[in-house]
């Protein structure tokens, strides 16, 4: 690990009450600039590492919150519609979004008592093989689904997916974004891998980022990451700073956890899934955000008693960032795309 210019000596501290006044913030235009930090190279090499680590041909498809007890819940991954559902007992199956008979959608049949039902001729599916329909590998983790592709996929399968690890879902406050646009999953990793651009592209969200270090060039420890001393914005010159680190478990995955201020131990995972090709023949792909918030102050009881209040709050904050981290992975795309991307 490897300290970046400007580094902090120490990380922001726990403070009684977690709000902090910016008495001298400057301007937009006046903050220090970060474009000599954030070299390709280094994100480059950064997304390099992350490609290469296996995933044994898990994707994931959204929130487990989407799955309820009587419909499906369709996804295209990877070109392969898939449809997950749980069956009588609430356990998540899934397999192929094609009905084995004639080709209906099974997206649109109704899931009664944990069967599925296809609306052309009533062919009733419980989750195990039947008339040609062979079940995919679904794993719930009480967050997010996920399906097993092994032809998608193309590696060594793995029985279950690696799961980043994660505060105590039963003391967290958690809630799911999903969104999809026009690049490849390596795009949205990459945006992910690129924190100097915060405080430049988000300053609705963050003020005074300071990336404080970053892992070694032949670093192959997944779990070291980039370190990034942060204020997250509240309202006029109030903020939050943390301390959080980046990590890429995987090719498709990039973990955002605090490890230093309000909400130590908090989890953002980004996961970008290919869904397949538009009819321009461009990628299409869904980025699948978990947030997973944990404090030990108490009045964040009270925010988890508030849930289905708080949930759509924390999907709106998720939503306005990716619309301008979507805008960055579609642009690196493009260029990609045209051989015009410097980095």
């Known amino acids: 690990m490897t300290s970046a210019p400007g580094g902090r000596n120490r990380p922001p501290r726990t403070a009684r009450l977690p709000l902090r006044l910016r008495r001298h913030a400057p301007a937009w235009a006046a903050q ?184 070694d060039g032949g670093s192959e420890d997944p779990d070291e990451g980039l370190v990034v001393d942060v204020a997250f914005k509240v309202a006029g010159r109030l903020v939050v700073p943390v301390r959080a680190e980046f990590t890429a478990p995987g090719p498709r995955t990039v973990v955002m956890r605090i490890t230093e201020g309000e909400g130590q131990g908090s989890v953002v995972e980004t996961h970008a899934t290919p869904l397949g090709t538009d009819g321009r023949g461009r990628p299409r792909t869904a980025v699948v955000e978990a947030v997973l918030a944990v404090s030990d102050r108490r009045g964040f009881a009270l925010a988890r008693s508030a849930a289905p209040v708080v949930r759509p709050l924390m999907r709106a904050a998720s939503g306005r960032l990716w619309r301008d981290d979507l805008a960055y992975a579609e642009r690196r795309w493009e260029l990609r795309a045209t051989g015009r991307f410097p980095g």
Request: glycine fraction near 10%; include cysteine.
């Open 32 to 215: 220090r600039p970060t474009w000599r930090e954030a070299r390709p190279a280094v994100i480059s090499g950064l997304l390099k590492q992350a490609l290469a680590r296996p995933t044994g041909n898990w994707f994931v498809v959204g929130a487990s919150r989407d799955v309820p007890a009587d419909r499906p819940l369709a996804r295209t991954v990877a070109g392969h519609e898939v449809v997950l559902w749980r069956d009588a007992d609430g356990v998540l199956v899934g397999g192929p979004g094609v009905c084995p008979h004639l080709g209906a959608p099974l997206r649109e049949g109704p899931v009664r008592c944990g069967t599925l039902v296809c609306r052309w001729h009533g062919l009733a599916l419980d989750g195990t093989a039947r008339a040609g329909w062979q079940p995919y590998p679904v794993h719930d983790d009480g967050v997010l689904v996920r399906v097993r592709l092994d032809e998608a996929g193309g590696e060594p399968p793995l029985p279950a997916p690696l799961v980043p690890p994660r505060p105590d879902t039963a003391g967290a406050l958690a809630a799911v974004h999903v969104t999809a646009g026009t690049c490849e999953p390596e795009d949205v990793v990459a945006n992910r891998l690129d924190p100097w651009h915060g405080a430049w592209f988000h300053p609705y969200s963050f003020v005074d980022l300071t990336v404080v270090s970053v892992p």
